[in-house]
Protein backbone atom coordinates (compact mmCIF):
# COMPACT_ATOMS: atom_id res chain seq x y z
CA UNK A 1 0.00 0.00 0.00
CA UNK A 2 1.47 2.99 -1.37
CA UNK A 3 1.76 5.88 1.70
CA UNK A 4 0.68 9.46 0.27
CA UNK A 5 1.42 12.38 2.31
CA UNK A 6 1.73 16.49 1.05
CA UNK A 7 4.44 19.08 2.04
CA UNK A 8 3.50 22.40 2.78
CA UNK A 9 4.71 25.01 4.75
CA UNK A 10 4.57 25.54 8.26
CA UNK A 11 1.68 28.12 9.97
CA UNK A 12 0.89 29.52 12.95
CA UNK A 13 -1.71 27.54 13.51
CA UNK A 14 0.60 24.37 13.35
CA UNK A 15 2.92 25.32 16.41
CA UNK A 16 1.55 23.25 18.84
CA UNK A 17 1.27 19.84 16.88
CA UNK A 18 4.75 20.40 15.63
CA UNK A 19 5.97 20.91 19.34
CA UNK A 20 4.07 17.85 20.18
CA UNK A 21 6.23 16.41 17.04
CA UNK A 22 9.32 17.66 18.54
CA UNK A 23 8.73 16.09 21.92
CA UNK A 24 7.54 12.61 20.71
CA UNK A 25 10.45 11.84 18.93
CA UNK A 26 13.76 14.22 19.77
CA UNK A 27 15.48 14.44 22.98
CA UNK A 28 16.50 18.13 22.34
CA UNK A 29 13.47 19.96 22.45
CA UNK A 30 12.88 23.93 21.91
CA UNK A 31 10.53 26.91 23.23
CA UNK A 32 7.63 28.12 21.48
CA UNK A 33 9.74 31.21 21.06
CA UNK A 34 12.54 29.52 19.31
CA UNK A 35 9.94 27.87 16.62
CA UNK A 36 8.18 30.70 16.31
CA UNK A 37 11.20 33.13 15.75
CA UNK A 38 12.76 30.44 12.67
CA UNK A 39 9.55 31.00 11.25
CA UNK A 40 9.40 34.27 11.07
CA UNK A 41 12.96 35.06 9.72
CA UNK A 42 12.84 31.77 7.30
CA UNK A 43 9.46 30.60 6.45
CA UNK A 44 10.30 29.35 3.35
CA UNK A 45 12.28 26.35 4.95
CA UNK A 46 9.85 25.76 7.82
CA UNK A 47 7.57 22.71 6.48
CA UNK A 48 5.55 20.27 7.51
CA UNK A 49 4.19 16.99 6.50
CA UNK A 50 0.71 16.12 6.48
CA UNK A 51 -1.37 12.22 6.18
CA UNK A 52 -4.71 12.59 5.48
CA UNK A 53 -4.83 15.98 7.36
CA UNK A 54 -2.77 15.52 10.24
CA UNK A 55 0.58 17.16 10.66
CA UNK A 56 3.05 13.43 10.54
CA UNK A 57 6.57 15.56 10.84
CA UNK A 58 8.05 19.19 10.14
CA UNK A 59 11.66 20.65 8.84
CA UNK A 60 12.64 23.99 10.36
CA UNK A 61 16.18 25.42 9.57
CA UNK A 62 18.02 28.75 9.50
CA UNK A 63 20.22 30.50 7.43
CA UNK A 64 23.39 31.69 8.45
CA UNK A 65 26.59 32.84 7.17
CA UNK A 66 30.18 30.89 7.93
CA UNK A 67 32.92 28.94 6.27
CA UNK A 68 32.31 26.50 3.82
CA UNK A 69 32.70 23.11 4.66
CA UNK A 70 33.80 22.30 0.87
CA UNK A 71 36.15 25.38 0.63
CA UNK A 72 34.28 27.02 -1.06
CA UNK A 73 35.18 30.95 -2.18
CA UNK A 74 34.08 33.47 0.53
CA UNK A 75 32.04 33.20 3.08
CA UNK A 76 28.95 31.80 2.13
CA UNK A 77 25.41 31.90 3.27
CA UNK A 78 24.54 28.23 4.51
CA UNK A 79 21.31 26.73 5.12
CA UNK A 80 21.36 24.71 8.90
CA UNK A 81 18.97 21.97 9.64
CA UNK A 82 17.89 23.08 12.99
CA UNK A 83 15.26 19.93 13.47
CA UNK A 84 13.48 17.42 11.36
CA UNK A 85 11.28 14.96 13.06
CA UNK A 86 9.09 12.51 11.61
CA UNK A 87 6.11 10.61 13.81
CA UNK A 88 7.25 6.77 14.30
CA UNK A 89 4.26 5.71 13.10
CA UNK A 90 5.36 7.05 9.70
CA UNK A 91 8.83 6.85 9.70
CA UNK A 92 10.53 5.04 6.66
CA UNK A 93 7.81 5.67 4.04
CA UNK A 94 9.90 8.44 2.33
CA UNK A 95 8.47 11.77 4.58
CA UNK A 96 11.72 12.89 6.09
CA UNK A 97 13.43 12.44 2.74
CA UNK A 98 11.20 14.86 1.37
CA UNK A 99 10.78 17.71 3.70
CA UNK A 100 14.96 17.41 3.68
CA UNK A 101 14.84 17.75 -0.13
CA UNK A 102 12.20 20.43 -0.53
CA UNK A 103 13.95 22.68 2.60
CA UNK A 104 17.08 21.90 0.54
CA UNK A 105 15.37 24.00 -2.73
CA UNK A 106 13.97 26.50 -0.62
CA UNK A 107 17.59 27.52 1.04
CA UNK A 108 18.31 28.36 -2.41
CA UNK A 109 15.79 31.65 -2.22
CA UNK A 110 18.37 32.42 0.66
CA UNK A 111 20.77 32.17 -1.51
CA UNK A 112 22.56 29.37 0.32
CA UNK A 113 25.27 27.59 -1.48
CA UNK A 114 25.28 24.22 1.05
CA UNK A 115 23.51 22.82 3.69
CA UNK A 116 25.10 21.06 6.85
CA UNK A 117 23.23 19.47 10.11
CA UNK A 118 24.38 17.98 13.21
CA UNK A 119 23.30 13.96 13.65
CA UNK A 120 23.58 12.00 16.90
CA UNK A 121 26.16 9.53 16.18
CA UNK A 122 24.13 6.57 17.00
CA UNK A 123 21.16 7.60 14.94
CA UNK A 124 22.47 5.21 12.40
CA UNK A 125 19.12 5.07 10.25
CA UNK A 126 19.42 8.98 9.89
CA UNK A 127 22.71 9.04 9.16
CA UNK A 128 22.18 6.40 6.52
CA UNK A 129 19.26 8.46 4.78
CA UNK A 130 21.65 12.10 4.71
CA UNK A 131 24.32 9.41 3.08
CA UNK A 132 21.60 9.13 0.47
CA UNK A 133 20.48 12.92 0.14
CA UNK A 134 24.16 13.15 -0.96
CA UNK A 135 25.83 14.17 2.65
CA UNK A 136 29.07 13.74 4.01
CA UNK A 137 30.42 13.54 7.71
CA UNK A 138 32.94 16.63 7.89
CA UNK A 139 33.47 16.27 11.35
CA UNK A 140 32.81 15.68 14.89
CA UNK A 141 31.85 17.67 17.65
CA UNK A 142 32.32 15.92 20.87
CA UNK A 143 29.77 15.62 23.59
CA UNK A 144 27.84 17.84 21.37
CA UNK A 145 23.71 17.16 23.18
CA UNK A 146 23.22 17.56 26.04
CA UNK A 147 23.61 13.85 27.24
CA UNK A 148 27.38 14.17 26.19
CA UNK A 149 27.29 11.99 23.24
CA UNK A 150 28.89 12.89 19.44
CA UNK A 151 27.20 14.78 16.58
CA UNK A 152 28.46 14.10 13.29
CA UNK A 153 28.56 17.57 11.46
CA UNK A 154 27.76 16.84 7.81
CA UNK A 155 27.34 19.23 4.51
CA UNK A 156 26.25 18.94 1.33
CA UNK A 157 26.83 21.38 -1.91
CA UNK A 158 23.86 22.89 -3.14
CA UNK A 159 22.14 23.32 -6.25
CA UNK A 160 22.38 26.03 -8.37
Given at each position: MQTTFTLRPFKPGDLEKVVSINRVCLPENYSHYFFMDIYERYSATFIVAEQEQNIVGYIMCRIETGFSSFGLFGIPKKGHVVSVAVLPGHQHKGIGSALMKEAMKNMRLYRAKEC???????????????????????????????DEEDAYVMAKKLKQ
Open positions: YLEVRVSNVPAVNMYKKLGFQVVRTKRGYYA
